[in-house]
């Protein structure tokens, strides 16, 4: 994938995550289809029984992940020991749209001097700049499907883009 086909891609896969930001009904900003079970197992070891997040906690977790991925650009490393600090706000629509634009920006100001040809080492295994745009895509995907449960569970439509791109 070139540079310009992934900063298209990202506008796309940005405006459906905000997209879907802006319609969940506040009375479900907090829903989850199964409440998640302290298991005692460490986040890298939960299992499908542990539960689900809510639908904030879910955005922080994609915020954060950005937060993760763009300095990668530059850096040529990914680097997960920070993953908790790049939000540290609250859990409210605003501030969550808010950081999400924020990691948009960084992302699209990090494309600007990418190195695509240099590797970007993620956790010990070389991902060439293709893969990285596929991995960081695939990520958000994963929950843009979890997302669509979320609102057929909790009875509400997805937003309009969804629905006219993918018929969810």
Known sequence: ??????????????????????AVPEDKWNFTPAPPVKSGRPPALHRIGDGFAPFCKQLRHVVCARGIYNPALATGKVDWTRKHQHYVGPLTREALLAALDDKQRDLLAALEIVDSVAPIDWQGTPFSFAQFTWEFVQHEAIHHGQWSVYASLAGFDTPLSWRTSWGL
């Open 1 to 22: 994938m070139s540079i310009n086909d992934f900063v298209r891609y990202s506008q796309v896969l940005y405006a459906l995550t905000a997209d879907f930001v802006r």
